[in-house]
């Protein structure tokens, strides 16, 4: 059975049964996407290598944390691998899928953030992860961009890339995991996006809902209704997350090439470390991967290795009108069609 | 009906009665305790001056929040005065306070954080706060040390002059509140405190259980068992909320006096700003006040002028054994009897 042929078949009475080694694959295809990504990351930077610890978690599991810094590219940054085990599932999770009461579960997945030097270069998120508890499995992840300085070719390329990737395995995929993305990464006490997003989900098994969310009025989960159920394995779910997983380099690195000799004043600069400080709010007022590691007694360290080297918070800071920073929030930091955007954001930088 | 009118409540023969101008007393006294407090920091400060903003809440209530910025003392920092009200309190608080079900709420207090520049000055947070909800009432708050080179005679004094208040109302108020705020001011995450401590408490009413937080067998929760209930009334408990907030500036004015002035270099100030990355973690991820404001729609700027100026989070920080850096996580950073401290905590600086 191919990929593509995948989503046809509608073996409903069977379509929740998972491999005998799906945790090894799952597990494989994390490690194994670690080291492309930190290879090509390596390569993108050219002079800084990252260093890596192995830690144990006490209540069951292991992983390997990755930390590049100073680079020429990226003033710091981690890719982390984990994979844990434990009695049962914090109650935020069990909220959202009772079934796993009384279970134990297994987690693994891949997750990283890089902050760049250079204030034209976005900060990119990147997460997939893979569940199972007791009679339930599932898949979440995905990746997003945040830029300071933005520019419309970096977010259509960026969302391009990921779009080819989803549509590789079901048209409605990439249609509900932006619109996801775009919910998710929103720092609802600003009134604003976290970035110009990408693509996210989470809790994808066979029940075939694309929006798993839980807003029942938001974007994705409209757009989620109308598509309806779609029938997909274990298998089908894993080979898109692959796909989406593969692409990350691609939609990122060119980004990174085409911005990274832009020159820069402190103004940028300053612009950069208080919109960092936008990244804080979000990964620990919001964001369900840092809550799920402090909750279950996880690496502190690896966990919160997504926040950034140097952030500033200033009250009452605005924009001047007209200006690119002013631009940013303006334009960029409000969902938008990206892969159709003509949007003129040109600058003067 | 005006606002200060609309809780009548019926004096039931106990100590649970509350004046009738308990809104606009407790108002007034926390309006009173912010200007007393901005007038002494910009005394001891000598250049900056607070900034002010009066805002409106949409759902009900309104403020005045003061920054001061860029100061000989004070590298950032506000004080912030809010009133607030609504139908329905937040649903963390309704689980600690079932009793306020079903009803509006009424609230108001002042909160500051000071972030001062030389290393050797330590932050202070302070907060007071009053509440009514339906059938209860209830006053919360304290004040806290955070020091980067910590001091045993900064600490002795801070908690003495605590004490000091407390001891004139009830001598087991200073035992318990130490206790409390300890508790209280815990990373998690990180297995430390956020500081030195000072006092906290919340839920303060006329049910006499002078502890009144979630962790039945802390030390704070075992030392209210012994005392057992306390017959306080609502001006036993606002009289001593006053004389905590008057003694705020006794507590830190001599501190900064002390510290002021002590030279530093590049080494101390990267570790001020890596320590002030605890702070935002503990404000993101843990203060209550924080999250009553975001889940309130309350202003975001005026909930987070909490945050530092600068911050820088670094992977797998480790200071050198023995250094000043080491001795504020192991000496200081764990609960202490400071009033009765002899911890010899020279340092080379």
């Given at each position: ?35 492309e990504i930190?290879?090509g ?207 990350f380099l691609p939609a990122y690195a ?96």
């Amino acid at each position: 059975m191919t990929r593509n042929q995948s989503v046809l078949v509608t073996p409903s009475a069977t379509n929740n049964s998972i491999p005998r080694d799906s945790r090894q694959r799952a597990k494989e295809f994390v490690l194994a996407l670690q080291d492309e990504i930190c290879n090509g990351l390596e390569a993108l930077d050219g002079k800084a290598k990252f260093h890596q610890d192995i830690w144990q978690r006490a209540e069951g599991g292991e992983g390997r944390t990755r930390v590049i810094r100073e680079g020429r590219v990226f003033e710091q940054g981690g890719v982390n691998f984990s994979e844990v085990w434990g009695d049962t599932l914090p109650p935020a999770i069990l909220t959202q899928r009772p079934e796993a009461a009384g279970h134990g579960f297994y987690a693994t997945g891949t997750s990283m953030v890089l902050h760049p030097r250079n204030p034209y270069v976005p900060t990119v998120h990147l997460n997939y992860r893979y569940f199972e508890a007791g009679p339930i499995w599932w898949f979440g992840g995905g990746a997003d961009l945040t830029p300071y300085y933005a520019f419309t070719e970096d977010a259509v390329h960026f969302h391009q890339t990921l779009k080819n990737a989803c549509d590789q395995h079901h048209p409605e995929y990439y249609p509900t995991y932006k619109r996801w993305c775009d919910e998710y990464f929103y720092l609802r006490h600003r009134q604003e996006q976290r970035g110009i997003g990408g693509i996210f989900f989470d809790y994808q098994d066979a029940h075939g809902n694309l929006y798993a969310g839980s807003e029942p009025d938001s974007p994705a989960a409209i757009y989620s209704q109308k598509v309806g159920r779609i029938n997909h394995s274990w298998e089908d779910v894993f080979a898109m997350v692959q796909s989406c997983g593969k692409a990350f380099l691609p939609a990122y690195a060119p980004i990174v090439e085409r911005r990274q000799d832009t020159e820069y004043s402190d103004r940028q600069r300053q612009f950069q470390l208080y919109r960092r400080g936008r990244y804080v709010e979000f990964n620990l007022v919001y964001d369900r991967g840092t809550i799920f590691g402090l909750q279950t007694n996880g690496r502190a360290e690896s966990i919160l290795m997504s926040l950034p080297p140097l952030t500033r918070w200033e009250y009452g800071y605005q924009p001047e009108p007209g200006s690119p920073e002013a631009q940013l929030t303006k334009v960029f930091l409000q969902p938008q069609d990206w892969v159709n955007a003509s949007i003129n954001a040109e600058y003067n930088i």
